[in-house]
């Protein structure tokens, strides 16, 4: 029995019983919840029990929504138990990483696109980011000063999360699922970028004060300021790629 229903849901058929209907219902509560950002790529879903108390359906539909959606490739069993949300495409997170590795090209193709990418987000975070979002940036900006993380790796990672607070900020859940697909390989390029391109205390000087730009402009809620203020700090950092070309 449990098997029909699995299948009919995972088909979206309805079947007699009507739970198909229930299933399909619930489907579309969960896949809401990580369109909205929610559930982030990544996390885990609540327990079958929370979701059918905050849903007031049964576990057996909640059960059939959730093999539904694995199925489909949203959500994936977690190991001793539970479901967590699919990073959008994770398997081609890897060999992204490998590609960027192997050749410094695609470094440099990952970089410009990501620029575009970043001026888009920034565009979007300026008409939409909450006093929330607002505070997350500015602790993230405040976590990138050289006491707090003095290490390479620390600044890169600190760079990575600011750049993250903006995709929030921006309330766009597709380039969020886009940067958590690029994240591990994000965090790999902002670490050469700290180690090899610009390690110097100028340039940590640099990139606080291209950040602090990019954030008073989300703040003042102008889009093409803060369009321009990221356009700066990636035509600065692109530049850098130029200046120490032959590594
Ligand atoms: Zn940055």
Known sequence: MDDVITKAAATGRADSTGR???ADRVAADVLKMVASG???????LPSE??????????RVSVRAALQRLKA???????????TRVVKAAADADPALAELVRLDRSNLLDLMELRAQMEIWA??????SATPDDL?????ALNAMNSDAAPTPEDKARADVDFHMAIARASHSVVYRHLLSV??????????????????????DR????????ILSAIESGDPTKAEDAMRRHMTWTRDHYDRCGRD
């Open 20 to 22: 198909t209907g229930i």
């Open 38 to 44: 929610d559930i982030e790529p990544g996390d885990r």
């Open 49 to 58: 029990r929370r979701l059918a108390e905050k849903l007031g359906v049964s």
């Open 72 to 82: 489909q490739g949203f959500l994936a069993a977690v190991q001793g138990g539970g």
């Open 122 to 127: 920034a565009r979007k975070a300026a008409l």
């Open 135 to 139: 505070i997350e940036i500015s602790a």
């Open 182 to 203: 690029v994240r591990e390989t994000l965090t790999e390029m902002l670490k050469y970028h700290r180690t090899v391109l610009f390690g110097s205390p100028a340039d």
């Open 206 to 213: 640099t990139i606080m004060t291209q950040h602090g730009d």
